[in-house]
């Protein structure tokens, strides 16, 4: 007899429970709009311009977080330094925009001991580049291919997933280098109210 009314007390919870869930479903407000799930017309190359916007403001942010002293920091003595960091950040964005839309890369002489403010400007300039040579880029060459780094090929779909990846990568190592310092990278920063 006690199990059959432990039993019926937990129906008549759960019931209860699963009626509070139907009712406080029903009484909430709408949620928004459904996403748009319209297919994109050329998904590849729209997924990477968007990506520059976003990348070029956390990388460059994570750039100017570091103190301009931390610049030769290393984590280990045979790592890179963050100024050869912030070097090939801008020297890679350079390269990959410059081959992806076939226009000359910009001349640009910089080195891992420059000062800050000459690196932070080369990674800015980088992705300005990038914006404004991917901005015809479509889809419909992503099969042709090019020489990209010594006498690889590479296609321009490869290369275009290749930046985005370099981007992550990058930024991932920018974070690692910054909280070993004690600093918080920029998408880890809590939300300003």
Request: charged letters at 20%; glycine letters at 6%.
């Amino acid at each position: 007899m006690k199990i059959r009314a432990k039993w019926m007390a937990v129906t008549v919870v759960a019931v209860s429970m699963g009626a509070g869930v139907v009712a406080a479903q029903q009484a909430a407000p709408a949620a928004s709009a459904p996403p748009d799930l319209t297919p994109v017309a050329n998904p590849v190359s729209t997924f990477v311009k968007a990506g520059v916007a976003r990348y070029g403001k956390n990388m460059t942010a994570a750039a100017e977080a570091m103190p301009a002293e931390k610049y030769s920091f290393k984590p280990s003595p045979e790592m890179n330094s963050y100024g050869h960091l912030m070097m090939h950040i801008a020297q890679t964005n350079n390269t990959f925009c410059a081959k992806i839309s076939g226009q000359a890369a910009p001349d640009v002489k910089i080195a891992e001991t420059d000062p800050k403010d000459k690196l932070v400007a080369a990674i800015k300039d980088s992705f300005a580049f990038c914006a404004a040579a991917l901005e015809k880029v479509d889809d419909s060459k992503l099969g042709e291919q090019f020489v990209l780094f010594g006498s690889r090929p590479i296609s321009r779909g490869g290369a275009l997933v290749a930046l985005g990846g370099s981007w992550t990568d990058h930024y991932a190592t920018q974070a690692v280098y910054l909280r070993l310092n004690g600093i918080l990278p920029p998408t880890a920063q809590p939300e300003k109210k």
